[in-house]
Nanobody, 125 residues
Framework: QVQLVESGGGLVQAGGSLRISCVASGRTFSSYFMGWFRQAPGKEREFVATITRSGDTTYYTDSVKGRFTISRDNAKNTVYLQMNSMKPEDTAVYYC??????????????????GGQGTQVTVSS
């Protein structure tokens, strides 16, 4: 099973930027899509972004399109989420996500493994 460790969360003012990272281990990183989900207090975990194996195509939920960028470095087994023009509604625990199957490319959280702790991102207004 894959192990995922996130880092880089913190407190940022509205309009600011933050980059979070995730290092994966335990299987061949480049063989799988990778993604980010988030969970705000009292809400369900939601899809944020995903990236193809080579990193050439990315997908985003509508609320972050144009503001967030997912990327990956297969040599470092690392996936990133660059967050710009942040809003208070971006406040959540962000989880790195690895699909359970190498063939799964969707956004159903039930089909992913997640980092245990996640990383807290707080955007102040």
């Amino acid at each position: 099973q894959v192990q995922l460790v996130e880092s880089g969360g913190g407190l940022v003012q509205a309009g600011g930027s933050l980059r979070i990272s995730c290092v994966a281990s335990g299987r061949t990183f480049s063989s799988y899509f990778m993604g980010w989900f988030r969970q705000a207090p009292g809400k369900e975990r939601e899809f944020v972004a995903t990236i193809t194996r080579s990193g050439d195509t990315t997908y985003y939920t509508d609320s972050v399109k144009g503001r967030f960028t997912i990327s990956r470095d297969n040599a470092k087994n690392t996936v990133y989420l660059q967050m710009n023009s942040m809003k208070p509604e971006d406040t959540a625990v962000y989880y790195c996500a690895a699909p359970q199957s190498a063939y799964y490319t969707g956004s159903d959280p039930g089909r992913y493994y997640f980092g245990g702790q996640g990383t807290q991102v707080t955007v102040s207004s």
